[in-house]
């Protein structure tokens, strides 16, 4: 697969011709580390710990399904990001992938800034106390209650995605008497080689104000035109699960001539771009993701190249990787319940969650690997789907996956890279119950985010 491909796929029909996907891997017991969390092993008893815990014991104390988060492997990749830009750039994590108190402390803790989109983000960063001074808020649409929360707060930037949310953000901002720091959204007509779903640059979408036409040019004019904004830069991004530079490069000279074109009209030169996230992660061996001191060298690269040529000084960078801190960290354990083979087709595995804690392989068709983790087996490997238990036939987490034939009932199988956009997605459908997340690090484990009780539901539910 080349890095321009990516998970999200071509999307296509259920029934395939024989063939279509990889062979079986040679050793089925075999975990691939690009796509497993740095401390997965598998012991000599062939049970698969993570962070020194075996899962057959976390399944034990915390049930099925749940996502086993890796915190010392999401600390890494907090500093990895954090030491690949250094100190003249700002990384602020996608709180969107996912986020909980104690993921806003991590990255306290480790230096990060934080990216929210809604008001109830923001409620979580600032009661996990991130400094507000170290968050951006996003979003298409913010309503007046969340602007107004948002600057009362004191964050360090708000992106304004619209005409319209640029005066109410003035006007919110001029009657709390602060002058806020902002940001503009452009798109910058770039097709980012990714799913249409989670494609953000192209014009015809809700994101961001265009730079063709025009557009862009007049978003800067009126919020430079309101004393109660202080316009720092431009934002773009160009889409999700990313592994092409090339998209980066058109969106960083588009951004640039954008800025040299403020400095001609305006006399002024922005100091700052942020350029987005969406760089993607190896949910499979095949993808081939890139590290992040590659991606701060490309980036950086790029811009002072695009600066230069336009003679202007370099602005400050910021990025905004969630699923590529995130996404790596964590896998999603859970019980077989029935195994049923489809002679000349293939064996349905039916586990104890879906589409509820992954709905991406039904949105996106995301591809997925998937291992059994509670043992070793060396049986032949048979051709597998792994589906959930809610009604609807869509309702797949792994499309196509090869698992040992003795698997059974009662065996556990983990699906790996699930840290990003499955809890945060995760719904209650059928009324199932979302599962917890549960943080393992150095021979402990603790719960950072509870499962839902059925108690959760009724709660809700007036009568």
Not at 72 to 87: H, I, L, M, S, V
Not at 309 to 329: D, Q
Not at 377 to 383: F, G, I, Q, V
Not at 406 to 433: F, K
Request: hydrophobic content about 40%.
């Amino acid at each position: 697969m080349s890095r321009s491909a990516h998970p999200a796929g071509p999307r296509h029909a259920a029934d395939l011709p024989e063939g279509h996907y990889s062979p079986p891997p040679a050793d089925l017991n075999l975990l691939d580390e690009k796509v497993w969390a740095r401390t997965v092993r598998r012991g000599d008893d062939g049970v698969v710990s993570v962070g020194g815990i075996e899962v057959t014991r976390l399944a034990e104390e915390f049930g099925t399904p749940a996502y086993l988060l890796d915190e010392e492997d999401f600390r890494q990749r907090c500093r990895a990001w954090a030491n690949a830009f250094g100190k003249d750039a700002d990384v602020f994590y996608a709180g969107k992938a996912f986020l909980s108190k104690a993921i806003v402390r991590w990255l306290k803790e480790e230096g990060l800034n934080l990216d929210v989109c809604s008001g109830g983000e923001l409620t979580t960063a600032l009661a996990a106390e991130m400094p507000a001074d170290r968050i951006a808020f996003h979003g298409n649409n913010k309503s007046g209650a969340e602007i107004r929360r948002a600057i009362e707060s004191g964050v360090g930037r708000i992106v304004l995605d619209s005409f319209e949310e640029i005066a109410r953000v003035a006007h919110i901002a001029a009657e709390l008497g602060v002058r806020q720091r902002v940001q503009i959204r452009v798109t910058v007509g770039v097709e980012a080689h990714t799913h249409e779903f989670i494609a953000t640059a192209h014009e015809d979408q809700k994101f961001g104000i265009a730079v063709a036409g025009g557009a862009a040019a007049e978003a800067v004019r009126r919020a430079l035109g309101h004393d109660s904004l202080e316009l720092i830069g431009i934002h773009s991004h160009i889409g999700s699960q990313i592994f092409d530079m090339a998209g980066f490069e058109v969106s960083a000279k588009r951004v640039v001539q954008l800025l040299a074109a403020v400095r001609d009209e305006h006399g002024v030169e922005l100091p700052e771009i942020d350029l987005g996230g969406g760089l993607g992660i190896a949910y499979t061996s095949d993808d081939d993701p890139r590290e992040p001191h590659e991606i701060a060298k490309a980036l950086t690269e790029i811009v002072a190249r695009e600066c230069e040529s336009a003679g202007l000084r370099a602005p400050r960078i910021s990025v905004e990787p969630g699923r590529a801190i995130v996404g790596p960290t964590a896998f999603t354990l859970y019980e077989v319940g029935t195994v049923k083979p489809l002679e000349g087709l293939r064996t349905y595995v039916s586990v104890d969650g879906g589409m509820s804690d992954n709905i991406r392989t039904a949105l996106y068709d995301a591809e997925y690997s998937v291992a059994l983790v509670s043992r070793r087996s060396d049986a032949e490997p048979m051709l597998s789907r792994v589906v959930g238990k809610h009604c609807e036939s869509g309702d797949i987490v792994v499309r196509d996956a090869f698992l040992p034939a003795d698997l059974a009932p009662g065996d556990l199988i983990a699906v790996p890279a699930t840290g990003a956009y499955c809890r945060s997605m995760a719904s209650n459908y059928n009324h199932a119950l979302r599962p917890p997340v549960v943080a393992v690090r150095d021979g402990a484990a603790r719960v950072v985010v509870r499962r839902e009780t059925e108690e959760d539901l009724l709660r809700l539910d007036l009568g």
